[in-house]
Structures are given as structure tokens and as C-alpha cells.
């Protein structure tokens, strides 16, 4: 290691034989050492012995009176549901200021939980209400697999 003494002048000493400028060895240079954390009895030993409170001010969350279905909105049969219905919804506007719009189908599923899909965005409302309309029938006939692929399908064919 070839060390220019010149580039160590500027505001800092150096000790004749020494290779490695005096800052190096400076305790602000090295790594600190980290202090033991306490564990968690060490807390609670700590915070009973101030004053005679205990850990128990922290919230805790209500019990749960029922428990519900877990997961996704599990979908029956097409025959054993309601029939589904759907929205036509303005989600937004282009680049240009021109609005979006978008159908939602809605279905019930057990438990009275709802699954709402989405047509893509299209930039005629008819247009939309037919996306919405074909999800419905498509529902109906061929349940949530055909309904899955009519959604790629319109999404591959989207007019944006």
C-alpha cells in the first residue's frame, strides 16, 4: 500500500513510521460494539417493579364471536345461486379526457358473501353493458370456469 502523505495533511496527523493515518485508529472510526438487549422477562420484572403495573395496558383484540368462512367466496352451481347482475361503472378517463367504462358482475355466494369480477375498461358504456350482459350468460351456462375464460378472451380483444 503506497500512501501519499500529502493527501493525510489536510487537517489530520500523522506519526512518523506509521503507515495508516491516526484517524484510522480513532474510536469514532471503529465498530460499535452493541449493547445485550434485554429479553422479555427482564421487561416485565421491570415495568411490575415501577409503581405496581403490569403489561396489561396494550389493547387486545375482541374475541371473535363466530367464525366466518375463510378464503374466497366460495360459488356454488349457476342452477343453485340467484341469478348474478352487474353494474356499468366509469372507472376514469383516458389521456385525451375521454371516459372509461367498465362492467361488474356481482355474485352471491355462500354465506350471503358477494364476488364481484371485472369486464375490462372500455370507452363506450354499451359497449361495457355488453361485456356485462355476455359475463352474466356465460355464468349461467358454463359457471365460473367458462366465465374465467371469457374474461381473458375480453381482455385479449380490448378497445382501449
Not at 493527501?7 to 484517524?23: N, S
Not at 375482541?62 to 360459488?75: A, H, T
Not at 362492467?103 to 358504456?125: C, D, M, T
Not at 353493458?129 to 355464468?139: L, S, T, V
Request: charged share 35%.
Amino acid at each position: 500500500l503506497n500512501v501519499r502523505p500529502e493527501v493525510f495533511q489536510q487537517g489530520r496527523q500523522r506519526l512518523p513510521g506509521r503507515k495508516m493515518p491516526i484517524w484510522h485508529d480513532s474510536p469514532s472510526r471503529s465498530p460499535r460494539r452493541r449493547s445485550r438487549s434485554r429479553g422479555r422477562n427482564d421487561r416485565r420484572s421491570d415495568s411490575r417493579g415501577r409503581g405496581g403495573r403490569s403489561n396489561d395496558r396494550r389493547s387486545r383484540s375482541p374475541e371473535k364471536k363466530e367464525p366466518g368462512p375463510r378464503g374466497g367466496v366460495v360459488i356454488g352451481n349457476p342452477g343453485e345461486t340467484e341469478p348474478p347482475t352487474y353494474d356499468v361503472e366509469q372507472v376514469g378517463k383516458k389521456h385525451n379526457g375521454d371516459p372509461t367504462w367498465q362492467a361488474v358482475l356481482n355474485i352471491k355466494g355462500q354465506g350471503g358473501r358477494i364476488r364481484s369480477l371485472r369486464a375490462p375498461p372500455r370507452s363506450n358504456e354499451d359497449d361495457a353493458r355488453d361485456d356485462g350482459e355476455e359475463m352474466k350468460d356465460c355464468f349461467m351456462k358454463h359457471g365460473m370456469q367458462g366465465l374465467r375464460e371469457l374474461q381473458q378472451k375480453q381482455r385479449r380483444s380490448r378497445i382501449s
